[in-house]
Nanobody, 120 residues
């Protein structure tokens, strides 16, 4: 079992910044791909940013250049630095852990979500 706990959401004005954190209960970064997803009301959940078990980041086009995903192995924490926020970034943000092929348990793990609202 893996527990993921997000924090850092809130209300911010357009152009502002927030940093989301995802605390992980076990040291899994070397064998799990980690990601940040978001879901706005009435819309499907979408992948925002991901970092592979080998540390390679990737971003959806709408956030590339504004968001940065990173991880701290010692603190067992995943981050999402969000700059130049736009109203369309408003959503509930979820942390996800996806096992690589060497992990026997094929389960994905999700956090409870943290709300990000971008509004003036």
């Amino acid at each position: 079992q893996v527990q993921l706990v997000e924090s850092g959401g809130g209300l911010v004005q357009p152009g502002g910044s927030l940093r989301l954190s995802c605390a992980v209960s076990r040291n899994i970064f070397s064998v799990y791909d980690m990601g940040w997803y978001r879901q706005a009301p009435g819309k499907e959940r979408e992948l925002v940013a991901a970092i592979s078990s080998r540390g390679r980041p990737d971003y959806r086009s709408s956030v590339r250049g504004r968001f940065t995903i990173s991880r701290d192995n010692g603190k067992r924490t995943l981050y999402l630095q969000m700059n130049s926020l736009k109203p369309e970034d408003t959503a509930t943000y979820y942390c996800n852990a996806h096992p690589t092929k060497i992990v026997p348990d094929p389960s994905d793990y999700w956090g409870q979500g943290t709300q990000v609202t971008v509004s003036s």
